[in-house]
């Protein structure tokens, strides 16, 4: 931790996505961040091959002590097989496969007990960071209701207010375009969520869709991949920048180690749970209120993204 700077306990909750490895990598190397652990919410992925890269990537940042947790929820619509791959072959990139062993441990209980009991057993507020659906976490919150009072605030990468959604209608029959992936894997945990009086700041793709991995950051990588995260990024962004990509869950993260970076807006907000708009966020005047990130400094962003990697 840095002198002076307010420690920040976090549980991070992903699901395994591309972004989702990169979006730990930035977490960890936050020097104000206690990571408490990393749970794998086992949507945009296929759970044994993520957790396995998890454990790995942390030993790769010589964070061992973090303990990775495997949830064992269930989505109401999953991701399509051809997205949920990307995790098996960063599961055997040579860079994280350069040891024999796995030193991260494995917790053995599923990962929604684990944060239920984490949160249940912990004295402190603590933050937790979703990059993936909200399942883990709303079904932590019925295992154990108490543990409300100890999130401090989910902070989530989700959701697609004024701008189109993301889950497409040829995969999706019948879908309409308004939802984005994370809330539309399981529209009801969303509505779980809402029903909490839990703070929550939300990164939806209104603000992701103006923040696209750019040429020049992946020359920048490819420059200087002396350093192993930049090494480790290139190879990740190797496998998806063949279509555009975005920082969905890296400008999320971003928020924890540079808050100042962002603009918010408070919108009163409800979620449809069903029907051909089922996890669309939308606004509502009479709905719960959360904290809306709206824009970012890109030159900024992008400047710490990368002098956090190089370290």
């Not at 992903?14 to 206690?34: E, F, I, K, R, S």
């Not at 971003?254 to 606004?283: N, W």
């Amino acid at each position: 931790m840095v002198p002076g700077v307010a420690r920040l306990p976090v549980i991070l909750d992903h699901d395994g996505g591309v972004d989702d490895y990169l979006a730990t990598v930035l977490l960890m190397t936050m020097d104000h961040v206690d990571p408490l652990a990393v749970v794998v919410t086992p949507a945009d992925c296929y759970p044994a091959a993520a957790v396995s890269a998890t454990r790995k990537l942390l030993d790769l940042m010589g964070r061992s002590s973090v303990p990775v947790a495997r949830s064992t929820v269930r989505g109401v619509n999953p991701f399509p097989r051809l997205f949920r791959r990307d995790c098996m072959t960063i599961d055997q990139l040579p860079i994280l496969n350069e040891r024999e062993t796995i030193a991260t441990p494995l917790v053995p209980e599923a990962g929604q007990a684990f944060m239920a009991r984490l949160l249940a057993e912990t004295t402190e507020l603590v933050t937790v960071l979703v990059t993936g659906p909200l399942t883990t976490v709303a079904a932590a919150l019925d295992l154990e209701p108490s543990i409300e009072e100890k999130i401090a605030r989910v902070v989530w990468m989700g959701g697609a207010l004024e701008v189109v959604g993301n889950v497409d209608p040829i995969l999706e029959g019948g879908q309409d375009l308004t939802a984005e992936w994370n809330a539309y894997w399981d529209p009801p945990a969303v509505a779980r969520l809402w029903e909490s009086a839990i703070p929550v700041t939300m990164c939806p793709l209104d603000l992701t869709d103006r923040v696209p991995v750019t040429p020049e950051f992946l020359r920048r990588l490819s420059r200087e991949r002396r350093h192993p995260l930049y090494d480790f990024a290139g190879q990740c962004y190797a496998l998806v920048t063949h279509q555009a990509y975005f920082f969905w869950d890296v400008l999320t993260t971003a928020y924890l180690g540079r808050p100042d970076l962002f603009e918010h807006k408070p919108r009163a907000t409800a979620v449809v749970t069903d029907g051909p708009s089922q996890g669309r966020i939308m606004l509502d005047a009479g709905g719960r209120e959360v904290d809306i990130l709206a824009d970012v400094d890109l030159d900024e962003f992008y400047r710490y993204i990368l002098e956090q990697w190089g370290r």
